[in-house]
């Protein structure tokens, strides 16, 4: 469950998006420091508030990195972000922290050290990174006493640079060009989770393709047959399309309506065949070579 917006809902109903989460079988909860400018955060251990028996059931995890207009990856803000980030959650400790967006002045070392002290004073137990190509996780895990352990990237049927160069490969077409590195075959090889963030949107927030007859008359035809043959809805045929995947990828769901959360947890238990995975995929605009 991404929690970029709950704080537009109240607090009892965010306890109620958390409980309804919860029974649908999700126990990893994704925050940001600058999610609400840490309105979010409060927000969250607000609608927990007086059961903390929840806290040894979830995964908390959060992120930081991104500052006002540039990145900062120095040990002096990791270190400062996660306190701020354990204060407004009101928790002792981040099962996960993730460095948000990469940071070209980075200086490996000392990111390093601010691991060592998160991990050693019991504040972070794992850690990873987000929109993080390979070449970067390897100079950064060249310094690094912990294992990275997840990478966040945006994925959907219809954002799919994580996929194309490798179907595409050698061909001249757009398709073909290799823009992340080939961040998912790399995840796969050194156990790093991926996670799909924004999986229902069709670029950087250009709007959902889920009912878009108009941009995606193809893709919302097949969505819809196939929701009526695993007697589901095209949201979780959507999410399904993704956990087909044998990366085992997490999707980010970002809503705050309980319904739509229900659907998008339905949708991981669907096993899509071979078949409508790549009908899903060529409906959505891409070459099956």
């Known amino acids: 469950m991404g929690n970029m917006r709950i704080n537009n809902l109240s607090v009892k109903e965010t306890e109620g ?88 002045l980075m200086e490996p070392d000392e990111v390093a050290e ?38 966040q990237m945006q994925l959907s049927i219809a954002h799919t640079p994580l996929i194309d160069s490798g179907v595409s490969l050698n061909m001249n077409t757009d398709n073909a060009v290799n823009r992340d590195s080939s961040t998912l075959e790399y995840c796969r090889l050194n156990d790093i989770t991926l996670q799909a963030w924004s999986p229902f949107q069709t670029g950087f927030f250009d709007g959902v393709f889920v009912g878009d007859n108009e941009r995606f008359p193809e893709l919302n035809k097949v969505l819809e047959r196939l929701a009526k043959k695993y007697d589901v809805t095209p949201t979780s045929i959507a999410v399904a399309w993704i956990t087909r995947h044998p990366a085992n990828i997490q999707v980010v769901l970002g809503t705050t309506n309980a319904a739509r959360l229900q659907e998008s947890a339905a949708g991981s238990e669907i096993p899509l065949t071979r078949q409508e995975w790549f009908e899903l995929y060529a409906a959505a605009g891409n070459m099956v070579p």
């Open 114 to 151: 601010a691991f060592d002290q998160l991990h050693h004073s019991g504040k972070v137990r794992y850690f990873g990174v987000s929109n993080h190509n390979p070449t970067q996780i390897e100079l950064l895990q060249k310094s690094l006493t912990q294992k990275l352990v997840v990478n």
């Open 17 to 104: 998006l958390i409980y309804t989460a919860l029974e649908a079988g999700i126990n990893v909860f994704d925050h940001a420091d600058i999610y609400g400018g840490g309105s979010c955060e409060e927000h969250f251990s607000k609608a927990l508030s007086g059961n903390e028996s929840i806290r040894e059931k979830i995964i908390l995890q959060s992120k930081c990195g991104i500052r006002k207009g540039y990145y900062d990856f120095s040990k002096e803000h990791i270190l400062s972000s996660v306190d701020g980030i354990l204060q407004r959650l009101d928790t002792d400790y981040l099962d996960i922290l993730l460095l948000h967006r990469p940071d070209p």
